[in-house]
């Protein structure tokens, strides 16, 4: 009983943060001047995307050679397959749930979206994730060292992210700093510690999630890489999904959007790097399924991105792909 309770505990604190945190990253993008949409794919994603990150390093350093090496390569495909399915279908289903609450929103549903940025990030993204299968399907002496890549990769993203044209983020629109709410214009300081403190709160309620759900996948006897591509991402993904949730509900679907984009390219590359430097990279049946099932979603996305007919409902139809996964999942146990 004391799991469950700790889970919806964590469940509840991690929604609290992210509202904090979505306030602050929102006046930082200001402060620093960034393009409106780098503060969803670069400054929020950077910030939701570190605990799948710390699982996988954690994993690696700290885990036994066989539960260390599965929940570390479960953890960096796990991560891809929730952002990249479960995440979208949120989107839009509450994006659904405001055309019932106010049938003209629906007009509004992608003002300030840029799709063709969207199905460009998709591509790439396909780019990176066919070339990490690939490496999960053979071995060959040099590749721990290919995790450099993946890490440069994200670099690379990093700097054209950042480069992009647009409009910079104001500070016209936004509602006041939580820790300064008279202020009309936050101190920088304030700023960085209402951001750093709510992080660090969604930190720490992951990893306690995360342990009870790795508590959960003994006792229903499900093994490490199970827990950690089917499990584990639900609550290291979290965040993401909470970010998509309140923004959509304050009517910022191209934020929404853009931090899902951005997590997705993280976990295409940061924990696969730290993946491959760490572990064999070999992957069972399982986590070929987890690709294969991300790479289907993304594939469907980009094509929605580019013909630009993005819809709520076909959002919400991403959610079909983490379903069929957990279907072969369980047939193939």
């Known amino acids: 009983m004391i799991h469950v309770i700790l889970l ?16 602050a990253v929102e006046w930082l993008g200001a402060r620093l001047a960034v393009g409106a949409i780098a503060v969803g794919s670069i400054l929020a994603a950077a910030g939701t995307a570190l605990p799948e990150s ?46 019932r609450a106010n049938p003209a929103a ?29 490496l999960g399907l053979v071995a060959f002496a040099i590749k721990p060292w290919l995790g450099l890549l993946f890490l440069a990769a994200y670099g690379v993203y990093f700097w054209q992210e950042m480069r992009q044209d647009g409009d910079a983020a104001s500070h016209e629109d936004l509602e006041p700093l939580r820790l300064q709410r008279k202020r009309e214009r936050p101190a920088t300081w304030a700023i960085v510690v209402q951001t750093l403190a709510t992080l660090a709160v969604i930190f ?10 790795e508590w959960a996948g003994p006792a229903m006897g499900l093994p490490p890489m199970v827990v950690a591509l089917l499990l584990s991402p639900i609550a290291t993904e979290l965040p993401e999904v909470l970010n998509a949730i309140i923004w959509v509900r304050q009517g910022k679907t191209a934020l929404a959007l853009a931090n899902i984009s951005g997590a997705m390219m993280i976990q295409a590359t940061v924990p696969s790097g730290i ?19 991300t790479l289907a979603s993304v594939v469907y996305l980009t094509i929605l991105f580019h013909r630009r007919a993005v819809t709520a409902g076909r959002l919400v139809v991403a959610g079909g792909f983490y379903a069929a996964f957990a279907v072969g999942l369980a047939v193939t146990l």
């Open 204 to 213: 720490v309620a992951s990893q306690v999630f995360v342990s009870q759900l």
């Open 275 to 293: 993946g491959l430097l760490g572990t064999p990279w070999e992957f069972d049946t399982g986590a070929t399924l987890a690709g294969l099932a």
């Open 8 to 23: 919806l505990v964590c469940a509840v604190i991690i929604y609290l943060a992210c509202e904090l945190f979505v306030n």
């Open 54 to 99: 710390v699982v996988t390093l954690v994993a690696v350093l700290f885990g036994s050679d066989e539960a260390g090496s599965d929940i570390g390569v479960g953890a960096a495909l796990g991560g891809p397959l929730v952002v990249g399915t479960i995440a979208y279908a949120v989107t839009g289903a509450m994006l659904l749930l405001r055309h």
């Open 106 to 134: 629906k007009r509004d549903d992608m003002a300030g979206v840029d799709l063709q940025r969207m199905g460009r990030d998709q591509v790439w993204f396909i780019a990176i994730f066919v070339f990490k299968i690939a």
